[in-house]
T-cell receptor, first 114, second 114 residues
Framework: AQSVTQPDIHITVSEGASLELRCNYS??????LFWYVQSPGQGLQLLLK??????LVQGIKGFEAEFKRSQSSFNLRKPSVHWSDAAEYFC????????????FGGGTRVLVKP | EAQVTQNPRYLITVTGKKLTVTCSQN?????MSWYRQDPGLGLRQIYY???????DKGDVPEGYKVSRKEKRNFPLILESPSPNQTSLYFC?????????????FGEGSRLTVL
């Protein structure tokens, strides 16, 4: 069975600083990987996804993520954080053979200091 | 506007009183799913449906029922709610079950069982 670990529960970053959120996954086959963002009181919105090809994936809102098979990681990055990026971020691995189950990590809450 | 709509958004109930959380999508999606979100655990899949009249258990189905009589609707039923079902619930949908597409989430339903 697949699993996802997000080692950082909380991250505080200053506005304008760079941000990196870590994600490690466990899956026996080639993974489908996703990052979702959840703003307070809202549902989840897809930031980006990786299926195959270029291991550096660009997403919305200036985010990017890099797939590293050797490290089983899919870390999310943003060069310069805006106050509106304060939210909870979820990494997920997809297993369509198991009924399109997205297995989510526990989430990382990002706080942005002015 | 393309969306997944859940109702109610907030509900406080008592142990044993049956309740239904409705979910409707207007995107003609085949696939629909329910998740619950608990602190530190991320989102866990309760049930999913690949198409009308086809449903299956996710990771945490105990205490829940679903039905898919129409393509657009996928209600979540708690026949006899218990306090451990206090959680934030999300309905999601996508075009199919292949995981190559995006999951669209509703805004969530916060349920408290006393």
């Amino acid at each position: 069975a697949q699993s996802v670990t997000q080692p950082d529960i909380h991250i505080t970053v200053s506005e304008g600083a760079s941000l990196e959120l870590r994600c490690n996954y466990s899956y026996g086959a080639t993974p489908y990987l996703f990052w979702y963002v959840q703003s307070p009181g809202q549902g989840l919105q897809l930031l980006l996804k990786y299926f195959s090809g270029d291991t550096l994936v660009q997403g919305i809102k200036g985010f990017e993520a890099e797939f590293k098979r050797s490290q089983s990681s899919f870390n999310l990055r943003k060069p310069s954080v805006h106050w509106s990026d304060a939210a909870e971020y979820f990494c997920a691995v997809g297993a369509w053979a198991a009924g399109n189950k997205l297995t989510f990590g526990g989430g990382t809450r990002v706080l942005v200091k002015p | 506007e393309a969306q997944v709509t859940q109702n109610p958004r907030y509900l406080i109930t008592v142990t044993g009183k049956k309740l239904t959380v409705t979910c409707s999508q207007n995107m003609n999606h085949e696939y629909m799913s329910w998740y619950r979100q608990d602190p530190g655990l991320g989102l866990r899949q309760i049930y999913y449906s690949m198409n009308v009249e086809v449903t299956d258990k996710g990771d945490v189905p105990e205490g829940y029922k679903v039905s898919r009589k129409e393509k657009r609707n996928f209600p979540l039923i708690l026949e006899s709610p218990s306090p451990n079902q206090t959680s934030l619930y999300f309905c999601a949908s996508s075009w199919d079950h292949s995981n190559t597409g995006e999951l669209f989430f509703g805004e969530g339903s916060r349920l408290t069982v006393l």
